[in-house]
């Protein structure tokens, strides 16, 4: 992770906001700025799989870690509450 965050902490503004092209076999499938690869692709990547996690967890009524704070949550037993931040 810190690799990740130093090169991107390292990026200068006319590096991200460069076009980055897709291409298969020499030819150009899209193209946009480097940090909305960034964004789009390879964040939303991320989001996708915790997200996937989460529901995983709720289906073996595991409590789910809190990602954006605290979190109402409702287990298969129907019990319903918050759970406490934890850093």
Request: charged content about 0%.
């Given at each position: 992770m810190s690799s990740a965050e130093e090169y991107l902490g390292g990026m200068a503004d006319t590096f991200a906001s460069a076009s980055w092209r897709l291409t298969m076999r020499g030819k150009q499938l899209f193209s946009m700025p480097r940090i909305a690869v960034l964004r789009s692709i390879m964040l939303?990547?991320?989001y996708h799989h915790r997200g996937q996690l989460s529901v995983y967890l709720r289906l073996l009524d595991v409590p789910v870690p809190v990602i954006y704070g605290a979190v109402l949550t409702r287990t298969r037993s129907g019990r319903l509450g918050f759970l406490p931040h934890r850093e």
């Open positions: 939303n990547h991320w």
